[in-house]
């Protein structure tokens, strides 16, 4: 039965996943987890390997969880931008054990950092309900 719920609740995610890639325009929206798994995710792009991106982004988050726990705070929001010359990455923490990835190909046009933040803030809160309060 738990993992019918656990199963249903992934599924859930992935769905959000799908709806933030198609609300901004990214080209792969990646869930994953502080040990460099990747939950789940929705579309994809070439010649990038999302485990060497994961991790990577995994260990950019190091820092600032370490400045939430200073300031003593519960939770925190934190957008990190990468804007390079062929793709745009965007990461934000669910909670201290889980983030997503967003990855723009810059091929395909611009994208805009307002609008990115802005559907991916109300993301990060979907899935936080979803995954911690329900404790997936």
């Keep these: 039965m738990q993992k019918n719920k656990v199963a249903a609740e992934l599924e859930r995610a992935i769905q959000r996943l799908q709806d933030l890639r198609f609300e901004v325009g990214a080209q792969v929206v990646w869930l994953a987890d502080r040990?460099?798994?990747?939950?789940?995710?929705?579309?994809?792009?070439?010649?990038?390997?999302?485990?060497?991106?994961v991790e990577v982004v995994n260990r950019s988050f190091d820092s600032s969880l370490?400045?939430?726990?200073?300031?003593?705070e519960d939770r925190s929001f934190n957008l990190v931008y990468h804007e390079g010359t062929r793709f745009d990455i965007y990461s934000s923490n669910i909670d201290h054990e889980r983030f997503i990835v967003l990855v723009f190909d810059r091929r395909q046009g611009p994208n805009r950092i307002g609008i990115v933040w802005l559907y991916t803030k109300r993301a990060v809160q979907d899935l936080y309900n979803l995954l911690v309060h329900t404790g997936a």
Excluded: N, S
């Design 35 to 53: 040990t460099g798994q990747v939950m789940a995710e929705a579309g994809m792009i070439e010649r990038v390997v999302p485990g060497e991106m």
């Design 66 to 72: 370490q400045l939430v726990q200073k300031l003593r």
